[in-house]
T-cell receptor, first 115, second 110 residues
């Protein structure tokens, strides 16, 4: 498995502003993922972030709205840009350790409320 | 595309009751299957998994068997506790990604 931390754990933001969420892993991993969980809903994959390449975004998510950085094998950031109340969600990062090709392990999530 | 369908919640049981949460999937290949649990205010934790047909995943008294013939991965526990109250997500792994069901909220009353 892997130990994953996220910062901030929660935030309240004003519409029109941006928030950058950090994800730190205790070991080097090739594949990192960012998910969104809207209130009372399931998880939706935003993008896959591999070190050394551009993030791959899922349908309905664009880089201008959710820019992602992946500077090394233990760290990634997701920015939620020009926020609106509809962006209020839990944002979770996950990793796939090299020892297990199938299983993803999740961070504790960042709870975002946009007013 | 691949998809996961879970039993609709919420589910409310008394302590020591038997639990089943149904999960069925649609997939073109042979995915790995997972159950994740989300306790109140927390992220997702891996509960159990199975990687091929007839595998049984188990953890913390929970079990699920990968049934290819019925494309199912139902979660069961023989005697639930108040501490099992959480949201449970069934998921499959496809093309390096996880596809989640809608989640089932479980409440256990003392």
């Amino acid at each position: 498995s892997a130990v994953i931390s996220q910062k901030p754990s929660r935030d309240i933001c004003q519409r029109g502003t941006s928030l950058t969420i950090q994800c730190q892993v205790d070991s080097q991993v090739t594949m990192m993922f960012w998910y969104r969980q809207q209130p009372g809903q399931s998880l939706t994959l935003i993008a896959t972030a591999n070190q050394g390449s551009e993030a791959t975004y899922e349908s309905g998510f664009v880089i201008d709205k959710f820019p992602i950085s992946r500077p090394n094998l233990t760290f990634s950031t997701l920015t939620v840009s020009n926020m609106s109340p509809e962006d209020s969600s839990i944002y979770l990062c996950s990793v796939k350790p090299g020892t297990d090709r199938e299983t993803q392990y999740f961070g504790p999530g960042t709870r975002l409320l946009v007013l | 595309g691949d998809s996961v369908t879970q039993m609709e919640g919420p589910v409310t049981l008394s302590e020591e009751a038997f639990l089943t949460i149904n999960c069925t999937y649609t997939a073109t290949g042979y995915p790995s299957l997972f159950w994740y649990v989300q306790y109140p205010g927390e992220g997702l934790q891996l509960l159990l998994k199975a990687t091929k047909a007839d595998d049984k995943g188990s953890n913390k008294g929970f079990e699920a068997t990968y049934r290819k013939e019925t494309t199912s991965f139902h979660l069961e526990k023989g005697s639930v506790q108040v501490s099992d109250s959480a949201v449970y997500f069934c998921a499959l792994s496809w093309d390096q990604k996880l596809v989640f069901g809608q989640g089932t909220r479980l409440t256990i009353n003392p």
